[in-house]
């Protein structure tokens, strides 16, 4: 109901504002009051131990932040700092583009992803590897130390979300869709999906398994979304 209710007024703009309005205010009336019991449920070794089990000993987050410096501290804060570009670019593109349709099918898929992402935190929560393993360091911008405390803090973000990446899901969701549709815009949010699938396991944010995890979710999120505009389409 909340993904599709929207989409029910008459007027483009409304639908596009309340949808993506909607979904920011579960996040903040409906679900940052479970946090208390999201924290209390948390999985703290489980990933880890089955990461390990699979890659045979390898723990690519320590391998990866051996090569820590301050050049890749500030490429990758850069690329996780600037998460909500990776939703707003591809729609502000397709309106100015006057792709109207396109972009109501983009702010659908942005918003199931958004709630299957929500879904699993909420019966899967997972304390990041920064919190959760020993020599994994915790990588605050270089530019202002601590910012990621302090974000965290004032925006009260889920410390327990790790699985999936959103930050991974929403740039590849867009690569998804504007590749559906034939747009070259769509090799910009290929190279920044890439760099956040480094970029987030780099910071000690995610394990490998919360990026595969968010190219599922991703996958999902596009299919769903494809397959309702098929049918509106056919229904036309």
């Given at each position: ?15 596009i ?43 690519p ?15 990758f ?6 998460h ?38 909420l ?93 599922i979710v ?19």
């Amino acid at each position: 109901m909340l993904l599709f209710l929207p989409w029910t007024l008459r007027s483009r703009s409304q639908r596009i504002i309340v949808s993506v309005a909607t979904y920011f205010v579960v996040y903040y009336a409906a679900f940052l009051p479970l946090l208390d019991s999201i924290s209390a449920r948390a999985n703290w070794h489980q990933i880890p131990e089955l990461e390990s089990q699979f890659l045979l000993g390898w723990n690519p987050i320590l391998s990866i932040q051996r090569y820590r410096n301050t050049i890749l501290d500030t490429v990758f804060c850069i690329g996780y700092s600037i998460h909500i570009f990776n939703i707003i670019v591809p729609l502000f593109y397709l309106l100015f583009k006057d792709r109207h349709s396109d972009a109501d099918g983009y702010v659908s898929a942005f918003l199931a992803c958004g709630y299957l992402g929500f879904t699993i935190y909420l019966l899967y929560p997972v304390a990041p590897p920064r919190l959760a393993l020993t020599g994994v360091e915790s990588v605050a911008p270089p530019w202002a130390s601590g910012t990621w405390e302090v974000a965290g803090e004032w925006f009260r973000a889920n410390p327990y979300a790790a699985m999936p990446s959103l930050h991974c899901a929403f740039p590849f969701l867009s690569y998804l869709y504007l590749r559906h549709k034939g747009y070259a815009l769509k090799w910009l949010f290929a190279a920044t999906s890439a760099w956040l699938f480094v970029g987030t396991v780099y910071l000690g944010e995610h394990y490998l398994s919360d990026v595969v995890g968010a190219v599922i979710v991703a996958y999902l999120a596009f299919i769903i979304t494809a397959r309702i505009e098929k049918v509106r389409y056919e229904a036309i």
